[in-house]
């Protein structure tokens, strides 16, 4: 999972508050690369460095385009931000179908994550975030596999008020570090109709 990173390697704005005093409620997006390892062992250094500096590039874009924040980058790992959970979920959207036209134009360079979404309370630190919730983002990736965009059962509450989201049947997963185990949904992002960025949660 991400840590602490250097100041000169945040891209990110303030972070939200919810103008109470107390922590904001954010929608936390976590992407991995799945074999990053094996590619760069594939393609070289110098290589696999350029492939994923576009993917970086096409992440922060994509992130902006749907109103969040890039918040830590470190290696192949990425946590992104949201002020309303439906943009966090159309921006993974939006990736997955972007990496899927990628390598269908270059089979070779082709980027394959998991990602996983969670929404909730976390503490503005910095320019970065901390709290509970920011891990179990990061731990739902873990157990998603390629290709796949899992969310937690709060995230599916919120998408719930909204038809444009198709989820899977839940199931229960356990996670690093959690004493109960977690009920995760599966975004399946390739019966999505076209999204556009719009406010809300």
Known sequence: MLTALRESERHCAAP???GRGEPAEVAFLFSDVVGFTRMTERLGDFAAHRVMAGHRA?????????RGQTVEVRGDGFLLAFEATQNAMRCAVALQRELARAASRRPADAIRVRMGLHSGPAIAEGEGYFGRNVILAARIAGRAGPDEILVSARVRELARRSPEFALGEGRRVSLKGFAARQ????????RQPALVAVGGR
Do not use: H, K, Y
């Not at 096409?58 to 749907?66: C, S, W």
């Not at 009920?183 to 390739?190: E, H, I, R, S």
């Open 16 to 18: 939200w508050t919810s």
């Open 58 to 66: 096409v992440i922060a874009e994509t992130a902006r385009r749907n």
């Open 183 to 190: 009920q995760v949904f599966a975004l399946d992002w390739a």
